[in-house]
């Protein structure tokens, strides 16, 4: 028998599995409607289409919502028809949570939509379908108050009171109150106890900071809810991506899967974020564009457990892609750019362990800069075919592919200008009917062996006034510079004092032993003669143990 204290801890723990159960909604869809160019001149705001395009990027990348369920209406698109008829067509089922937002004008009578007005009963009314009660109002409008005060249910939170106005500010891109939604919503930082993100909370999170930044704003909520509207999807990766998009965390293509990013949209990659592709998948730049832009501290990786083309560029694509603090590995081909006329700017990126090629180009009149990047461990270092440019900057370290460095293949061109380094690779540079312009370069060696060239089928290569030090250039996310570990395994090779080295069975090392590693890097080096194989060994332990 259970005493009166037992009997409400009991109750107590009952409430609890019964509140966190009923946040776990299974399916997300949400209208989001922003309006900044009215009818006329003198009635335009700004913001309000970023505002609701952050929305849909955030509840995407943030809290894992499908791409698909999310409707979007801008502008003339956003009519008070419109809107109430995609509320309306919201799936009615046990555990979804709906919602709507909307960003544009507002007043004592409801939403200032682009061809009429939407008010608090026709709203709610527009609901009606959501089972449970489990939907959510977020308005960013002047006026938006009157919502919290005269609908009786769902959940609505609202930039301000019934007789304030809204406002939004350059520096935040944004709305006021809808910046701060979004940051209560960015990595949850609203949910202080890492369970399900709700709306309540991101309006709790928001509202103190709203008011701060603009003192004459004062958001509102009211909530009639039977269970909180719980905003955490499972993550989602849409297929294609035909309006500007932003991802904003970690995420995971699946195996056999195309991202493509059609003409017209921007896809933008946050620094720091992780992109796995599994096996057969990749993102294809098709018209559209890719801006990628990490940090030193703070890269963007790509990274694959599969033998997909890591980033595809392909179709009639003239916009400037950019990747810079980039690492790019594991994949089958890292960059691959077809069709006809992309321009793609590599900067700063930390390409290796590609099993084909790290940078091949077919693309006719395509435009491809390399600055300061690393290329290692590939078969292919560069690749330009089918009348392709590439143009290798300054500073490039173009390392250990174990093919061939450079090859330029019909009527293709490199240039290869000052400062860059070609080395460790069984050919250093091939013209099998392209060109290859690449004076004052450092080969590994001040006098290279016109052996490590080979021009075929009327191809030519430039290697006049070979640079005779090591620029050491590449990338600064690469762990060391691979140049000056291959310049030291070959000084080593030719080191007499180095050459009388115990002889060792090689199937006897002890892999997880640093000194037996050493012994086994030694080996290769003098007693086979094989620096490609003592460099890979020495890779996995300090350089200067073996030179």
């Not at 930082?189 to 991101?202: F, H, K, R």
């Not at 928001?206 to 704003?217: E, G, H």
């Not at 395509?366 to 290692?376: E, M, Q």
């Not at 490609?532 to 890779?539: D, M, R």
Request: hydrophobic content about 30%; aromatic content about 8%.
């Amino acid at each position: 028998m259970l005493n009166k204290s037992s009997t409400k801890i009991l109750v107590i723990f009952l409430l609890y599995i019964f509140t966190i159960s009923n946040m776990q909604a299974t399916n997300f869809h949400g209208v989001l409607a922003g309006i900044e160019d009215y009818p006329g001149t003198y009635n335009d705001l700004d913001y309000c289409v970023e505002d609701v395009k952050d929305m849909r990027n955030y509840l995407q990348w943030y809290q894992g919502w499908k791409e698909s369920n999310i409707e979007l209406l801008l502008n003339d698109k956003a009519t008070a028809d419109r809107i109430t008829n995609k509320i309306e067509n919201m799936p009615n089922s046990k555990g979804n949570s709906n919602i709507f937002h909307y960003a544009g004008h507002g007043s004592k009578d409801g939403l200032y939509t682009y061809n009429g007005n939407v008010s608090p009963v026709a709203l709610q009314n527009s609901f009606d379908n959501s089972s449970l009660n489990q939907y959510g109002v977020i308005l960013d409008c002047c006026h938006s108050g009157v919502f919290t005060n005269e609908m009786t249910r769902g959940e609505i939170s609202t930039a301000v009171k019934s007789d304030e106005t809204s406002h939004g500010y350059s520096e935040l891109n944004n709305g006021v109150y809808s910046y701060y939604m979004l940051q209560g919503m960015k990595n949850d930082n609203a949910d202080p106890n890492g369970q399900y993100l709700s709306l309540e909370e991101v309006h709790e999170y928001a509202d103190s900071k709203v008011t701060s930044y603009n003192s004459s704003m004062h958001p509102q909520y009211q909530g009639h809810y039977f269970k909180k509207l719980n905003l955490d999807g499972p993550p989602e990766v849409p297929s294609t991506i035909s309006l500007d998009l932003t991802i904003i965390r970690d995420v995971s293509i699946p195996s056999d899967k195309t991202v493509t990013v059609k003409g017209g949209a921007t896809l933008t990659i946050e620094e720091g974020v992780e992109v796995e592709l599994g096996n057969n998948s990749c993102i294809e730049v098709k018209d559209g564009q890719l801006n990628a832009i990490g940090t030193s501290s703070n890269p963007i990786v790509f990274t694959s457990s599969g033998t997909g083309d890591g980033i595809k560029f392909t179709g009639s694509n003239y916009s400037n892609n950019n990747l810079e603090y980039c690492e790019i590995k594991y994949q089958n081909n890292a960059i691959l750019i077809t069709g006809s006329g992309p321009a793609v700017n590599l900067d700063n990126c930390y390409i290796h362990d590609n099993s084909s090629g790290g940078v091949r180009v077919s693309a006719s009149n395509s435009n491809v800069d390399i600055t300061h990047c690393t290329i290692d461990n590939s078969y292919t270092g560069v690749y330009a075919a089918d009348g392709a440019s590439v143009d290798l900057v300054e500073k490039n370290d173009i390392t250990n592919n174990y093919g061939t460095g450079l090859q330029s293949n019909y009527y293709s061109s490199i240039t290869v200008d000052y400062h860059n380094s070609v080395v460790g690779s069984y050919y250093l540079a091939i013209a099998n009917g392209g060109t290859i312009d690449a004076t004052k370069t450092w080969w590994g060696t001040p006098e290279p062996s016109e052996g490590k060239f080979s021009e075929q089928s009327g191809g030519s290569i430039d290697h006049s006034y070979d640079l005779p030090y090591d620029p050491d250039g590449g990338s600064d996310l690469a762990p060391s510079s691979l140049a000056k570990e291959s310049q030291l395994i070959a000084k080593a090779s030719s080191n007499k004092e180095k050459q009388n080295t115990e002889r060792i069975d090689p199937k006897n090392i002890d892999k997880k032993d640093p000194s037996s590693m050493m012994k086994s890097a030694k080996y290769y080096l003098n007693e086979k003669k094989d620096v490609n194989e003592a460099l890979k060994i020495s890779k996995k332990i300090s350089i200067n143990k073996i030179c």
